[in-house]
């Protein structure tokens, strides 16, 4: 069986973020990266499958400078074979589409039983390259999984709809799943798999080999939000704000009523 | 401009995002038409062109299928935009439309302004202005930034509309979420610990507050998710939606999804160690510090009164 799993690397979402000169995305020095949240979810549920089936090679495909490589060991090390790195420095400023044409673009040939995403970044959120790939393909695409299983060429699952309901799904491969937080529980790569991690395939290929698509999107501004004030902020040592925590809740609520 | 609305549907229900995109169309200065997979017998409150497929036909959950009705509505109407909602009917959606007509997608949409779509980035830290190069583009709108003053009224004018039922997913149903478990809809103090806890014994300090306040304890996702608190805690927008008189966030960043089921508390309490914290947006009060250490103290202090 063949799979592939597309991560992405993001900023920790506790960063100061400051707008970059260009003022068309953030300023990406000084921050700390990671892999972004959901696509954890998605590592984890590949390495299950690949684990569960026994014959399986599983690819892991991360778009980015060289700085991403970093976070494609740790999928290595958590349990995917082989890197796929698309080296790009410009991957920030790719819209969806476009980044979704070359993931495309590098699986189209190759035959992968079953394709792993997040169901959206944690930086950009935009929740589409999963199914346009999966549409570029013409393939299927279950999205926001909460529980997967497969057997025999079907994926049975369960999709995360709004106040807890789950709708159930069922496809068969070849096809694609977005995985949503809380859909398994990823893995710590231990300190003998990070050992090995760092013996895995890991191959960078330039990105114009893939003959990235034009972007359908334009960035016009981005800022901080407005502060719409109102909103008190409370500072200092935490005996004293305790003592001004309870002074605000007996003035303003029936809390301590 | 023209837009086509894309309503959505579940377990026989039209759902209330119907009237925030109307409204949303209605801020645009743009004409609209809205296209439904629904039943004849619960029609949205909407004065205009409704194009209507029958979803015990064709499921209310078809992708494939709703996609090729809406690219035969969309043909027929010639919009320049189609807008649904950002929800897991919208965004599994939106991409398969987007792909077929070669149309860029701008998610989640929170605002309108001087004529162009702003989306959120970075959990709320940053906001984008952007603008589609194609002349026709898909767009979501994010639960609750579109939320009309007034309900929409007016019946509209019904055109039906087939397609066939087939399609390359097989849908079996809903699972509701699960009762039991505490009501937290129906405290008046909640005092909830999010992933700035650190690890599961942190509970603890949280639950004691909870008491100390004489409220009940709710929990943010990923505390759910580590399974360091029961889901039936889980406020939010795949959780619960609670109004209490007193809201305490411990530790919870301030995602759209969390403040979605929170943000209609008379009183916000935030705890956070980040002074930028999006929580900070709708808390009465931040208080920036780290839990660890406040919340303790403020218990004891409670205790002592
Ligand atoms: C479709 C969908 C549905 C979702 N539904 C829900 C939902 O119903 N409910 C929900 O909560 N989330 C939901 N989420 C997840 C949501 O997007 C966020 O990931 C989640 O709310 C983050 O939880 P958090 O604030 O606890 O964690 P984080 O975002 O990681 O924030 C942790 C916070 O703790 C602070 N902190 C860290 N250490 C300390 C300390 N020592 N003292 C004080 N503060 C500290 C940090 O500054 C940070 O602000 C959903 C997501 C999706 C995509």
Redesign the pocket.
Known sequence: MKLLVCIKQVPD??SKFKVNAAGNWYEETDLAWRMN??DEYAVEQAVQLKQQVGEADLTVLCIGSDRVKETMKKALAMGCDRGAHIADDASHLKDPYTIASLIAAYAKDKDFDLIFTG??SQDRGSGQVGVLVAEMLGIPSLT?LVEFSYADGTINAKR?LEGGIKAKVSCTTPALVTC??GLNTPRYPTLPNIMKAKKKELISTPVDDLNPQPSLLEVLQVAPPEKKGGGLILEGDPADLADQLIQILKEKTTALA | MKTLLVAEYRDGKILASSSELINFAAQLGAESAMVLVGSETTLPHYQGKLYLADSTKIGEFNPSQHKQLILEVIEKEQPSMVVLPHS?YGWDLAPRIALALKAAQISEVVEIKDGHLVVPSC?AKLRRRVKATTNISVVTLQGGAFTPAEDPDGTPEVIKVEVAADGDIQFAGYEEAETGGVDLSKADIIVS??????KPENLAMIENLAKALKGEYG?????VDAEWADPSR??????QTVTPKLYVA?????????L??MKKSEFVLA????KD?P?GEIADVLAV????Q?VPILTEKLNAL
């Not at chain 2, 510090?289 to 660890?292: C, G, P, R, V």
């Open positions: 979402m506790e949240e959901y169901m959206q926001t995360e949503q937080l | 897991s959990n610990a999010g992933r700035g806890i650190g929990a943010s996702r990923p505390v889980q406020v939010g927008t795949t959780g411990c530790g919870i960043s301030g995602a759209i999804q969390h979605a089921g705890i956070n160690t980040d914290a929580i510090a780290d839990l660890k406040l």
